[in-house]
């Protein structure tokens, strides 16, 4: 019975009982020994869909969105937003559907609270005050409240967190001349009990999720302060940490009096756009934060698993809601949860409303080196930045643009743009036309064995990275190829074969983490399988994350597409190199963005003996917007990938090329494509046309969405296991 509940989140998938069994058994039941409850009555997403009965919604009411929704385009009609007044209309539409979808809905402000000292005392200069508010029904509802007063008359602005003392966030603003205000509505692995509990009991009419609690909770401490003389009730700042900087950004959205926030490290529900986590970006996805963590969402929010593009909101909008307030997103470029990728596009969004209010200097991105924790200098930042929108100080905000790439500055570089070449020239040509002009380059002098040390570096983030991965039964040797670049190659111990099989594996695009992130029980099952497994991160992803930030300044008519395929053969070249490696047998393997990868690099590599793509492409004459795809626009405008593809992204049906001819190109070497039959990113039936009379390709259909478990991943590897003739 526990996975009957999990039918009803991807009940619109289902087109026969056996595509039914095989998503039941690959999601996994939410988490239930999780402190904290969903609602009044429900602890798990099961048991809320139980009581409930509530089945998923008419998906035809949603229009399908592939980009994240324009703040300043009405969401029902789509049309401009011109006037403030026409600006409020739209905040709370968002509002409203934030709620609908994502939070639960909330009570509105209680008419009386009740407001209690409990006890002040001295800490040194520094006053100590403990809050008690009751309110709301028979004063059910409690929320204490601890602020840190710095010595002087005020008034004082307030540092506003639910960080407790021992995680001593307000202890960096108290020093600086905030009020620090704690208050306890917060995750009790803090060691404090979370208040926001009580509201379940005085609301229960409300299904407010926990973030949204505590976002509230926010809210009931911003009656407090404003009620005291020695705070300046215009500078109230609010921030918070990872989960914490979720219900930050919450607050300050459906809170006008809170005047700046800064996130920190929220990454998937808060900073980072819902539509880039999904298993392509290998960050947190809706499946996992909703499974790992029921009681932070409405349960509904659960039903947006593999359709993304379908919600109607992204947090850029709950961004926008802050305007012209006071806004710093903040995140580590490469910690495992992150994306600078969704950081970015998110910020120009919100930025553009910024913009319109004629407040563009009240926003900041924050992109800084590190992992997922922060240091004593990194609270300074976020000080620094509420001294500025208070006019305290004089450090502007921040601009960290790691990625940066646009599609209109890749066409302002252009001083005159190649004529296209016509349909009826080889697709080799038009394949090489679309990868742009490649810079003549010298190969690398591999070695003809697999070397102890290498004098190439992928540099000090693969250390954070933790390479090389840690795999059972496995040896590891660092391996030069190409321009200056290092690779991974991951054999089995042992053996008695004088030459292995090889697969290159390609990421997906994890800005992130480059290989690392997801890539380390994939490598696993190849090297188990009895294959050495190279890996590197792409130009613009990991280790390599910079690189793509000034590419098309240096390479103005190359393309990073074209990059990666030529850092592709070179890896293939410096395997076929090592006398432990079967030059015959080297095979391409990669999801998402490298399955494409895999794909076009076999295309123009004769010494790639097979390709195993896990979900690598649409077709793009036959992708539609209403489809939910990005069609063109995912290779010239989001990723940079092939910016020559952009004069096409209006008329997909006339582009030079289609995956369609590459893989005729690949030809007659053996492909496996697998394409779950509700990748939104590839509709099963474009796919299928595309890749219809290709004898040479074996086209793998599992019931899910874009996404890649091990059952899945294991498909390829038996398929490549007989290509190589493994036992």
């Not at 300046?232 to 918070?240: F, V, Y």
């Not at 800084?368 to 929108?389: L, M, N, P």
């Amino acid at each position: 019975m526990r996975y009957l509940a999990l039918l009803l989140p991807l009940a619109a998938f289902a087109q026969a009982p056996s595509d039914l069994e095989l998503i039941l058994n690959n999601l996994p039941p939410s988490r239930t020994e999780i402190t904290g409850r969903i609602n009044l009555m429900d602890k798990s997403w099961e048991e809320w869909q139980r009581r409930t009965g509530e089945m998923p919604p008419d998906w035809k009411q949603f229009r399908p969105q592939p980009f994240p929704p324009d703040p300043l385009a009405a969401l029902d009609t789509g049309a401009a937003i011109a006037t403030r007044d026409q600006w409020e209309s739209q905040r709370r539409r968002i509002r409203e559907l934030y709620q609908q979808w994502v939070f639960g809905r909330m009570p509105p402000a209680p008419a009386d609270v009740n407001m209690q000292v409990v006890r002040e005392t001295k800490d040194g200069a520094v006053t100590v005050r403990d809050v008690l508010l009751t309110f709301g029904p028979n004063g059910r509802a409690r929320l204490r409240l601890q602020l840190l007063i710095p010595p002087g008359a005020g008034p004082f602005p307030v540092f506003l967190t639910n960080h407790p003392r021992t995680r001593p966030w307000v202890a960096t603003a108290v020093r600086r001349g905030y009020i620090g205000c704690i208050y306890f509505a917060a995750d009790p692995v803090y060691g404090n009990t979370d208040d926001s509990e009580t509201f379940l009991e005085a609301y229960p009419d409300y299904d407010f999720s926990v973030l949204a609690r505590w976002a509230w909770a926010a809210s009931r401490a911003v009656d407090y302060l404003v009620t005291l003389p020695i705070v300046h009730k215009n500078q109230i700042a609010i921030t918070g940490h990872s989960r914490n900087g979720k219900q930050a950004l919450l607050a300050a959205a459906f809170d006008d009096r809170i005047g700046a926030v800064s996130l920190s490290s929220g990454n998937t529900g808060e900073g980072n756009l819902w539509r880039y986590t999904t298993d392509a970006f290998n960050n947190e996805s809706i499946e996992q934060i909703t499974t790992n963590f029921p009681h932070w969402f409405h349960p509904r929010f659960r039903y947006f698993t593999g359709r993304e593009h379908l919600l109607p909101v992204d947090q850029n909008l709950l961004m926008a809601l802050v305007a012209p307030r006071g806004l710093l997103l903040a995140s580590a470029y490469a910690e495992g949860q992150g994306a600078p990728f969704g950081f970015e596009h998110a910020y120009r969004s919100a930025k553009s409303v910024y913009k319109w209010m004629k407040a563009p200097g009240r926003i900041g991105l924050s992109l800084r080196e590190g992992e997922h924790s922060t240091t004593a200098e990194d609270i300074e930042r976020y000080v620094d930045f509420f001294d500025w929108v208070f006019e305290r100080g004089k450090t502007a905000p921040p601009e960290d643009i790691i990625l940066g790439y646009r599609y209109e500055d890749w066409r302002a570089r252009q001083t005159a743009a190649p004529a296209a070449p016509p349909r009826r020239d080889p697709a080799a040509a038009r394949l090489d036309w679309v990868l742009g002009e490649e810079p003549a380059g010298i190969s690398f002098p591999n070695a003809m064995e697999a070397p102890k040390t290498v004098r190439t570096s992928a540099g000090p983030l693969e250390l954070l990275y933790n390479r090389p991965l840690n795999l059972q039964g496995v040896r590891h040797a660092p391996l030069s190829f190409g321009d200056d670049l290092k690779a991974d190659l991951y054999m089995p111990e042992g053996g008695a074969m004088a030459t292995r099989p090889a697969v290159v594996w390609l990421h997906g695009y994890s800005h992130a983490t480059g290989y690392s992130r997801y890539g380390r029980p994939m490598i696993q099952q190849f090297v188990n399988a009895g294959f050495a497994v190279l890996a590197f991160d792409q130009l613009g992803y990991g280790t390599r994350i910079h690189s793509m930030r000034r590419f098309y300044e240096r390479h103005p008519r190359w393309s990073v597409m074209g990059r990666m395929v030529a850092d592709t053969r070179a890896a293939v070249a410096a395997l076929a190199a090592l006398k432990e490696i079967d030059a015959k047998r080297i095979y391409l393997a990669g999801s998402s963005l490298g399955g494409t990868v895999a794909l076009v690099t076999a295309a123009k590599e004769p010494r790639v003996a097979a390709v195993a793509m896990l979900g690598g492409f649409t077709p793009l004459r036959l992708a539609r917007p209403e489809q939910g795809t990005e069609g063109v626009r995912m290779y010239s405008h989001l990723h940079g990938l092939l910016p020559r593809l952009g004069e096409w992204a209006d008329r997909p049906a006339e582009v030079p090329i289609d995956f369609d001819e590459i893989l005729g190109l690949a030809a007659p070497r053996p492909v496996l494509l697998i394409a779950p039959t509700h990748d939104r990113y590839a509709p099963i039936e474009n796919v299928r046309r595309a890749v219809a009379g290709h004898a040479h390709l074996t086209l793998e259909s599992p019931a899910d969405f874009h996404r890649f478990p091990p059952a899945t991943v294991q498909k390829a590897v038996d398929w490549l296991r007989a290509r190589a003739g493994l036992q």
